[in-house]
């Protein structure tokens, strides 16, 4: 099937079933992104359906190898779907499981990473995925700016202290000049991209 054909396809079964993908808004800064990086390895928490996953596959370079994890069976397995009918096929690994586990048995090391699992753990999964970044790589994370709460002065419900608290802390790692420079995109529910100082 032609990976336009199954893209838009995902994108309706999103809607029907209530999973959350890339909005619209984002999906061209998506595309930019990754088509400007060119990654070879790149690596992604929060598969869901494959949908973002498989943008990264046509974008990235030509061939590169995409490694995705995700803890929820059902979308684990529409991913699979997915992807098995995309010509990138052999080209990405996808892990059923909690991403703070498989991520402590990465190996090798990735020139970009897309974060979109539970927003709560980005902090926990940088920590991880930080000695697996090449020279200069690239960590895009999603909803980091999560309902206007975690900037501003729109004070959170109770039930998204924690997640906002947490993702304030990830926004205070990836700010620190020493190791990454950061740039926060507000499209939809903001993206931040970073690059990693470390390595040199």
């Keep these: ?53 498989l943008l990264l596959a046509k974008h990235a370079a030509p061939g590169a190898e995409i490694v995705s994890i995700e803890l929820d069976e059902k979308r684990h397995g529409m991913a699979q779907y997915y992807i098995g009918q995309s010509p990138y096929k052999e ?46 790589a690239v960590v895009l994370a999603d909803n980091v700016l999560f309902r206007g709460y975690v900037r501003g002065d729109k004070e959170a419900p109770h039930r998204y202290k924690t997640i906002v608290k947490r993702l304030r802390e990830f926004l205070a790692v990836v700010e620190d000049k020493t190791k990454f420079n950061t740039t926060i995109y507000p499209l939809g529910d903001g993206m931040s991209v970073s690059i990693w100082k470390g390595n040199k």
């Design 91 to 136: 080209n990405i690994s996808l892990h059923l499981g909690d991403a703070n586990e498989v991520l402590t048995h990465l190996e090798g090391s990735f020139d970009l990473v897309f974060l979109d699992g539970p927003k709560g753990q980005y902090g926990k999964q940088l920590e991880l995925i930080l000695p697996h970044l090449a020279p200069q």
């Design 1 to 53: 099937m032609e990976i336009k054909e199954i893209l838009n396809e995902q994108r309706i079964y999103a809607v029907l079933n209530k999973v959350p993908i890339l909005r619209e808004s984002e999906v061209h800064l998506f595309e930019e992104l990754i088509g400007l990086y060119r990654p070879n390895r790149v690596l992604e928490v929060g598969t869901a359906i494959g949908y973002s996953t």
